[in-house]
């Protein structure tokens, strides 16, 4: 099933952010047995760069995420650590 996330969460975040880079990575086995993980739903994190994150705060930027994964939030993740950087930042 992680694999079937993974696919679900990079065909969104890609769709919406169109990111330059995109690096998903499934955490969920750093926290098992936290009352959290018990629902199934799992832990990731996610470095995303875009070009729409250009003169946007940080704040901000997740929140395009959050909004980018729409019902997987509620449905497929549980956690979610973000890194989100507009081009001229990542190198």
């Known amino acids: 099933m992680s694999t079937e996330r993974l696919e679900k969460i990079r065909t969104c975040l890609t769709r919406e952010l169109q990111p330059e880079h995109l690096q998903i990575d499934d955490e969920s086995h750093l926290h098992v047995g936290h009352a959290g993980a018990k ?21 901000q930027r997740h929140r395009m995420v959050y909004q980018a994964l729409g019902e997987l939030m ?3 993740i549980h956690a979610l650590r973000i890194e989100a950087y507009a081009e001229d930042e990542f190198d």
């Open 74 to 76: 509620q449905t497929d």
């Open 39 to 59: 629902d199934g739903r799992g832990h990731f994190f996610v470095q995303v760069v875009s070009a729409g994150f250009a003169g946007i705060r940080p704040l």
